[in-house]
């Protein structure tokens, strides 16, 4: 079956500017995790849907940051007045109840000049 | 703060050698997951270890759960360039049910 997918896989924004990021995750999987990556590091955790709810976004950096999961699939990350520091790669991941697996797309480089 | 620390950062060796890539915490996991990532694409997941002691093996990779859940290691024998990649250790906290703590990574670079 199809795996998580993720749009666009590359942005290229101004600073200050409004950046969208979409995630759709694997067809039955209640949950979904949204990351962001630097160059050579791990996934940082930035926010847990679990369905349509957030379960925790105590990883978002502030509130610039923020993610919807309206009808409990696809997810959008939506980042405003984008800084150079938001450059990054985020990941988005999901995974089966019960499960700990966790699948990833291929993420969406993001980078804001 | 529950932190999981990989050793080395970063490992460059030739075709055939054998090395290990550690991760290391003080807090016990009820389960800790190895992934492997590429470059431009997410992580995947290689293997989970869950008891105290436990080795697992997949290929020229053996896996290992340190006796008190707290650390892991992965040694890689007669590494081939098609093991390079970056090496993420992701621990499972035994008070969370979905948050995973991750390591920063290894990169790896088998040189052929």
Excluded at chain 1, 18 to 45: K, N
Aim: proline letters at 6%; one cysteine or more; charged letters at 20%.
């Amino acid at each position: 079956g199809a795996g998580v997918s993720q749009t666009p896989s590359n942005k290229v924004t101004e600073k200050g500017k409004y950046v969208e990021l979409r995630c759709d995750p694997i067809s039955g999987h209640t949950a979904l995790y949204w990351y962001r990556q630097s160059l050579g590091q791990g996934p940082e955790f930035l926010i847990y849907f679990q369905g349509t709810g957030a379960a925790d976004d105590s990883g978002l950096p502030n509130d610039r940051f923020f993610a919807v999961r309206p009808e409990g699939s696809v997810s959008t990350l939506k980042i405003q007045r984008t800084e150079r520091g938001d450059s990054a790669v985020y990941l988005c991941a999901s995974r089966m109840p019960g499960e700990n697996e966790q699948f990833f797309g291929p993420g969406t480089r993001l980078t804001v000049l | 703060t529950q932190l999981l620390e990989q050793s080395p950062q970063f490992l460059s060796i030739q075709e055939g050698e054998n090395l290990t890539v550690y991760c290391n915490s003080s807090s016990v996991f009820s389960s800790l997951q190895w992934y492997r990532q590429e470059p431009g694409e997410g992580p995947v997941l290689l293997v989970t270890v869950v008891t105290g002691g436990e080795v697992k093996k997949l290929k020229r990779l053996t896996f290992q759960f340190g006796d008190a859940r707290k650390d892991s290691s992965l040694h890689i024998t007669a590494a081939q360039p098609g093991d390079t990649g970056l090496y993420l250790c992701a621990g499972d906290p035994k008070d969370s049910n979905y948050q995973l703590i991750w390591g920063a990574g290894t990169k790896l670079i088998i040189k052929p």
